[in-house]
């Protein structure tokens, strides 16, 4: 049986994802009450027919109790050999309100605790921090449509075997913020920069004449060799360690050149060379609007 609960605070996407496990097929409930994940598992598994593969959506609407019991829940469905995925989906409090003020919903916390809406969102990363903490997977959804949310969860969630640890390669922008859902981050700041290279400003380190300028930088050929071979000795260990996700995130200023190049040699170098240790290798890159995760380019 595959279970994936699906957490995070409110206004972070957790319906968009919910529903787009449900349309592959998972059986969806929305706002479980953690203490019916067990009786829901040993129901499912009690009937020929029932469904083989659940998503549900847990939030602060819990009662703080269950809330806090989460890890005792998910200790014992793992015990009881339930292949559990917990995802945790979060974006900065400016963007969490700004979505608020768009959709003019109300925060679940504040029609009750009488508390204000900044309050709320900040009241409620401590109320599910139980579920964070164990979250096999965190998605910073500040910079992500929906429809790029939901082919994420599909290519990173239903589309993982259980078995696979799956890394995910990502370029950013720092001056566009740190992604939240980066385990190694490496910063691309210091190389030759060809965004004053007013040919190559407009283009990106997909392009041949970025690659190509680049690729004759010392700086940049050490950078790259230097962040493989750290890789390579130690991504070992998270593996061992039981992660089944792991993102590489690569930054420079704006994410379009220096950050792209890096990003791209180093998903394909380990698409090329270590499938077998990692057949889920992803790369998406953050700040150019590219298709999202998924084939190199």
């Not at 998903?267 to 953050?286: D, L, M, T, V």
């Amino acid at each position: 049986m595959q279970l994936v609960v699906i957490s995070g605070r409110s206004g972070s996407g957790k319906s968009a994802s919910l529903h787009a496990l449900e349309d592959l097929g998972y059986y969806a409930i929305d706002n479980l009450p953690a203490g019916l994940l067990e009786p829901l598992v040993q129901q499912s598994r009690s009937e020929h027919g029932n469904p083989k593969k659940i998503a549900v959506s847990i939030d602060a609407r819990n009662l703080p109790h269950d809330l806090d019991h989460f890890p005792h829940i998910l200790q014992a469905l793992k015990a009881d050999e339930v292949a559990c995925t917990v995802v945790y989906l979060n974006a900065n409090a400016k963007t969490l309100m700004e979505r608020f003020s768009a959709t003019r919903r109300r925060h679940p916390l504040t029609r009750h605790d009488h508390l204000s809406l900044s309050e709320a969102i900040e009241e409620e990363q401590r109320l599910l921090e139980p579920i964070a903490n164990l979250s096999d997977l965190l998605i910073d959804t500040t910079r992500l449509s929906v429809h790029e949310l939901r082919n994420l969860v599909a290519e990173r969630v239903a589309n993982r075997s259980q078995q696979q640890t799956t890394l995910l390669f990502q370029s950013f922008g720092f001056k566009r913020g740190v992604p939240l859902d980066v385990d190694l981050m490496f910063d691309a700041r210091c190389l030759p920069n060809p965004f004053w290279d007013t040919r190559l400003r407009p283009l990106t380190g997909l392009d041949q004449a970025v690659v190509e300028f680049l690729s004759q930088q010392s700086e940049a050929q050490a950078m790259l060799d230097d962040i493989r071979q750290y890789l390579e000795r130690w991504l070992p260990r998270y593996v061992h360690s039981g992660r089944s996700y792991v993102t590489i995130g690569i930054g420079c200023t704006g994410g379009q050149h220096r950050s792209v190049w890096l990003t791209e040699h180093l998903g394909q170098y380990f698409k090329a060379q270590h499938h077998e240790a990692y057949p889920s290798i992803q790369i998406r890159h953050r700040e150019l609007g590219a298709p999202p995760i998924g084939a190199g380019h």
